[in-house]
């Protein structure tokens, strides 16, 4: 297998030739940090913790199984697998959070660490919420206006946009 590129994960910065531009840089970073995420840490936070870590286990599983099985865009059924796949993911973050509180209940830390534990989150959720309310406005206002910008219904979300099919 070729590499396309390092990332380093102190600083976010990638670096390699033949990436293939922007969104194949990004691309490759997402899925490099996935597979650390759910392949490493995931698994070895659901040894360690046991209680809500199995669930979170088994969850996370189910999210890359459900990528396996995820229907093409055009499919009936498509919608039906998005919320899920929503649903499970925001339950799986939920739970992860929980599963980090019940952490800090059963080691009882320095006070400092919840209180920045807390901090990233808020940071975290308002930018989500944020994110999310502006993704909800362009997808409404692309229906109400009956766009012509993607007309094959693609928004270059996971790889697939014009852009991104040119370079397959």
């Keep these: 297998m070729n590499s396309y590129g390092t990332v380093d994960f102190v600083t976010g910065a990638t670096s390699g030739g033949g990436g293939g531009g922007s969104l194949q840089r990004r691309r490759n970073v997402h ?9 490493t840490l995931l698994p070895l936070g659901a040894m360690i913790a046991r209680n809500i870590g199995m669930t979170l286990f088994v969850l996370g599983t189910l999210q890359v199984f459900a990528l396996l099985l995820r229907p093409k865009k055009d499919h009936k ?7 899920y796949h929503w649903a499970v993911g925001y339950v799986t973050i939920i739970l992860s959070i929980v599963n980090i509180f019940e952490g800090f209940d059963i080691l009882q830390p320095h006070k400092n660490w919840k209180r920045a534990y807390i901090s990233i989150i808020i940071f975290l959720g308002s930018n989500a919420v944020m994110l999310e ?22 928004n270059g979300v996971n ?8 370079q397959i």
């Design 31 to 39: 899925g490099i940090l996935n597979a650390v995420s759910w392949g």
């Design 77 to 83: 059924i498509r919608m039906y697998w998005n919320v």
């Design 133 to 154: 309310a502006y993704t909800w406005y362009l997808v409404m206002k692309r229906k109400k206006t009956g766009s012509d910008k993607y007309p094959d219904g693609s």
């Design 159 to 166: 790889g697939y946009g014009n852009g991104a099919r040119s």
